[in-house]
């Protein structure tokens, strides 16, 4: 297991991630230009995350939201999210395409395609559980074991257990049970939620 969380992961993670570039190079076009024709500013938005180690790196996206939504809260905690999302990000973020660009973000070594999560640097609570139990040991990944557990609608309790879960067991079999139940669940949009939740909030105070 030491040689594949090492090493193979590793390679997987740039095969996949170059493959799934080519395969859904017209969907990213497509989104490309559906933005600029919805909305002004950029294509791509960028966002300080946590990553291994601890270390800060910029996360990519699709920009979802008009230019001047709130740069460095995350969506669950706005109390009217609606109000900022674009009429093309409520697509993209109902397929789950507007996290395509994190390829580019797996290939250059910031990312795995499975791992937890990135979350922002101002989670504080939620950074400091996780590194308690050794969450930031590995990559932040595309797709996750809380993300499959629940997505938007996992505690912060919940989500550190199971990433905790995740973290201390890599393993080849344990990622592709990881994207093959993801996949289902983009189909069907399923746990995906906006906007202010009580644990969320308790949180940020």
């Not at 905690?77 to 409520?90: A, D, Q, S």
């Not at 069907?188 to 940020?204: P, T």
Request: charged share 25%; proline share 5%; aromatic share 10%.
């Amino acid at each position: 297991m030491g040689m594949y969380r090492k090493v193979f992961k590793r390679i997987i993670d740039l095969v996949v991630a170059i493959v799934s570039l080519i395969v859904f190079s017209p969907i990213f076009v497509f989104a490309c230009v559906a933005i600029k024709l919805d909305s002004h500013g950029s294509i791509f938005f960028q966002q300080s995350r946590v990553g291994r180690g601890k270390r800060e790196f910029k996360v990519l996206k699709f920009r979802t939201m008009v230019i001047d939504a709130p740069n460095e809260e995350p969506t669950g905690m706005l109390k009217n999210p609606n109000e900022y999302i674009t009429r093309v990000g409520k697509v993209l973020r109902k397929t789950s395409f507007d996290e395509l660009p994190q390829l580019i973000n797996i290939i250059v070594g910031d990312m795995s395609v499975v791992g937890p999560r990135p979350v922002i640097p101002k989670e504080y609570e939620l950074i400091a559980k996780r590194d308690e139990h050794g969450v930031y040991d590995v990559r932040p990944g595309l797709t996750g074991w809380a993300q499959i557990n629940g997505r938007d609608e996992v505690t912060v309790e919940s989500k550190v257990r199971y990433d905790s879960e995740y973290a201390n067991n890599v393993s080849f079999w344990f990622d592709v049970r990881c994207i093959l139940k993801t996949i289902p669940l983009v189909l069907r949009a399923v746990g995906i939620s906006e906007g202010e939740r009580v644990d969320q909030v308790e949180e940020k105070i």
